[in-house]
Structures are given as structure tokens and as C-alpha cells.
């Protein structure tokens, strides 16, 4: 596959447990700042820590973006004020995007050749969880609203008519690769023709305490290691690695094509050079080193690049036993080792791992880090599992990048990676 008309970034989103808004996000990932705190456990086995989101209100989030008119902010308010927790959060998100891409204004694209892309999937089940006893008492406790927030689609429906798009839209699922799938769904779109702006939303997941004991369960998730900090236990790429530490976040991306950016006079931020996108033709939680090195080296194909030319790799890296030491076999491969090699580091040991927002949320940081001419800290990495790769150490570092991949792999075997160009 080849590239198709130029396809840029010019607006950006993002809510996590570190920092709301790119600039403060910037800062965060500057610093090495984990948003992961201790927590009150539902079971006895349950992770004693999370990176969650504190105290979010949605009128405060608004609040605090500059530039929001009165009745955008009155729109928000009106339909998603009573909507359960990660619909609030994605317009948030999703406003901080649209206001800095100028969507909405004069001589922006067209409401009807705007597109919505919601990432992620299984977004209810805890608010789900949270109904269970109304309907012990009596169904007729259960809020009749209660048959839309429990729809994926609740996302898609309440974020178009905030933010008033008509174009085409469509909710679309990848397990933690939720957010790259949907950004290459984004990128689709506009090569296509169908839409000229498409905003990308990688929405938080609300877990139920059934989804964090069966990921305990299974391996993958940290059940919180005694004798650690929390901002500690997360701990990618390290020998000491113990599983996931889940975190909430959200992030949204404005992709438009380079035609419609420059004809309204609206800066790129960064340049979507090419994706890889594939299956391992696996149903099993088990990642596939064949895989993860198929999509990195199609995302190159497609820009054309040499791996040489990667300055910068923005890691799947979750802190799993498994998981890390694939993807750093897999990097091998595609890269080499040596210091010659790109800057490698996994955003997930500050923000935890946001699951299917986990794409958006670090396509965020990567443009930001290009930008910022800066690699972020691998705050957790003591004792590196390959140390032929070349991981940024436990503080950040200047970096002069063009190009830099990020990368996100689900379970079921799904592989992506995308290519980012400064």
C-alpha cells in the first residue's frame, strides 16, 4: 500500500490522570509525572493501584479551555451534563481539539464533510455495574436514558450533536489498539474523499470490577506489587515488570487533509505518514512477534522510509511478562540494536494503560514530543530487558526527530502502528 494524499494533525485532546489539555500534558510528560495512586479494591485480588481520573466534573473541565464560546459550552452541558462518566470525558476531550483545529468556525470545513471516529469498545460496563442495583430494588429504577449510555454509540450520538458534525461517522473496536485503529480509520476516510476533517476520540474505559478481577485473573493486569510506591508498580521494559496498571484517559486527534488545512490557513501540527494495520490470526491474549514487526515495517513501506529514518518509537510497552518481550524482539527486527537505534519509551508507566483510548492518548504525546524536539522518561526502567535497544533513562532528553512510530497491540491478536512525521 502507498500513500495516499497527505493527511495532517491540527488539533489535539487529552485527558488523563496526569494532566488535562497538550500543554499541560507537555509538562507531564516533560517531567516523568505518573498519575497512578492507590485505590480502593472491590475484591481481594483486585489492583491496589490505578492511574484514575480525580474529581472530574465536566462544567469545571470546560471551564478551564480558553476560547469556548457560550453556547458551545451550553450545548456540552445541556447534552452530555447527566451522560455517564466517559461521555463526559470525551467531550471535554474532544472540545479542547475542535476549538484548537478551528472546526466550527468561518471558513472551516463544512459540518457535513466533518467525520467522527469514536475508538473503543465494552465502554459501559461500569456504568452497567453501576445500575445492577436499581434493578435489584426495582426495574423501574432503571433510568429509561439508561437503554442509550448503555450503546457504544451514546459516544457518537452525543458527541455529534455537541459539536455539531454531520459528515460520516462510526464507532470501531481493536481491544487496546482501539485508538490506532481508529485514527486509520480517520486517515481512510479522508483518502477516500468521503470527509475533508475527521476528529478521532479514544474513549475512556469504565471498568467493571468483573473486567479488572478476570484481567488479574488472566495475567495481565498488576494486582499491585507490595513494597513499591504506585507511581512504582508500572514498569515497562523492565525485569521487574509485573503486568498493567490500568489508568483512565481520553484523548482526541483532528486529521485533515494537508488540501483543506492550508486552503483555511490552519497549522499542521504534525504529518500522518503511513500505518500498518493487521491480524495475527490468533484468539488468544498471547502477542505474535511476526505481527507487531508486519505492521511496523508497512507503516514504513507506506511512508517510504528506511528504518533509519525513525528517530523515535512511542512503545506499545504495558509492563506485561509477555507483551514487552515480544514488542522488544520485535523492535530488533525492524530497527537493530546498538545506539544507533530510535529512542524508545512507553508512555503508559506515567498515564497507566487507558486500554482503548491507550492509541489516541499516546498518538498525542508523540506529536507532542516531535514538536518539543524532547523524548519522555522511562521513569520505571531500572534493569532493561534487552539492553541492545535504545530506551531514554529515568529523565527526558532533547531529541532532534522527524518521523516516530507509535505502537498498539490488542488482544485477539490485533497489531497496529502508526507513523508520525514532525
Request: aromatic residues 4%.
Amino acid at each position: 500500500m502507498t500513500a495516499a494524499a497527505p493527511v495532517v494533525v491540527t488539533g489535539l485532546g487529552v485527558h488523563t490522570a496526569v494532566a488535562a489539555g497538550a500543554d499541560a500534558f507537555e509538562q507531564a510528560l516533560r517531567a516523568g509525572r505518573s498519575g497512578i495512586t492507590r485505590r480502593a479494591a472491590a475484591g481481594p485480588h483486585e489492583p491496589s493501584v490505578s492511574a484514575d481520573l480525580a474529581d472530574f466534573g465536566l462544567r469545571a473541565a470546560l471551564d478551564a479551555l480558553p476560547g469556548l464560546s457560550a453556547g458551545l459550552r451550553s450545548a456540552a452541558v445541556r447534552t452530555a451534563g447527566r451522560a455517564p462518566l466517559g461521555v463526559q470525558v470525551a467531550v471535554a476531550t474532544a472540545v479542547q481539539a475542535h476549538l484548537q483545529a478551528g472546526l466550527g468556525t468561518p471558513g472551516g470545513p463544512a459540518p457535513g464533510r466533518t467525520g467522527l471516529v469514536v475508538a473503543g469498545h465494552n465502554l459501559t460496563t461500569g456504568y452497567a455495574e453501576s445500575l445492577y442495583p436499581k434493578l435489584a430494588a426495582s426495574g423501574a429504577y432503571v433510568p429509561a436514558r439508561a437503554a442509550l449510555h448503555l450503546l457504544d454509540t451514546d459516544h457518537l450520538g452525543v458527541l455529534s450533536q455537541v459539536l455539531g458534525i454531520t459528515g460520516e461517522g462510526c464507532t470501531v473496536g481493536g481491544a487496546s489498539a482501539s485508538g490506532n485503529v481508529g485514527i486509520i480509520t480517520a486517515a481512510r476516510l479522508l483518502a477516500l474523499g468521503a470527509v475533508d476533517a475527521c476528529l478521532v476520540v479514544g474513549a475512556l474505559a469504565e471498568l467493571s470490577s468483573l473486567e479488572r478481577q478476570a484481567l488479574v485473573n488472566l495475567g495481565a493486569m498488576t494486582s499491585g506489587p507490595q513494597g513499591l510506591a504506585p507511581q512504582e508498580v508500572c514498569r515497562p521494559f523492565d525485569e521487574d515488570r509485573s503486568g498493567f496498571v490500568p489508568g483512565q484517559g481520553c484523548g482526541a486527534l483532528v486529521l485533515e487533509t494537508e488540501e483543506s488545512a492550508r486552503g483555511r490557513g490552519a497549522p499542521a501540527l504534525a504529518r500522518l505518514a503511513g500505518y500498518g494495520l493487521a491480524l495475527d490470526g490468533n484468539s488468544q491474549a498471547d502477542p505474535d512477534e511476526r505481527g507487531e514487526t508486519r505492521v511496523m515495517a508497512a507503516a514504513l513501506r507506506m511512508a517510504g522510509l528506511a528504518p533509519q529514518a525513525v528517530g523515535y518509537v512511542n512503545a506499545h510497552g504495558t509492563g506485561s511478562a509477555l507483551g514487552d518481550r515480544t514488542e522488544a524482539a520485535a523492535l530488533t527486527r525492524v530497527f537493530g540494536g546498538g545506539p544507533g537505534g530510535p529512542w524508545i519509551n512507553a508512555t503508559k508507566a506515567l498515564t497507566g494503560h487507558c486500554l482503548y483510548s491507550a492509541g489516541v492518548v499516546e498518538a498525542v504525546a508523540t506529536v507532542l514530543q516531535l514538536r518539543g524536539g524532547f523524548v519522555h522518561p522511562n521513569v520505571n526502567l531500572h534493569r532493561p530487558i534487552d539492553p541492545g535497544l535504545r530506551f531514554v533513562g529515568r529523565s527526558a532528553r532533547p531529541a532532534d526527530l522527524s518521523y516516530a512510530l507509535s505502537n498498539g497491540f490488542g488482544f485477539g491478536g490485533i497489531d497496529t502502528s502508526i507513523l508520525l512525521a514532525a
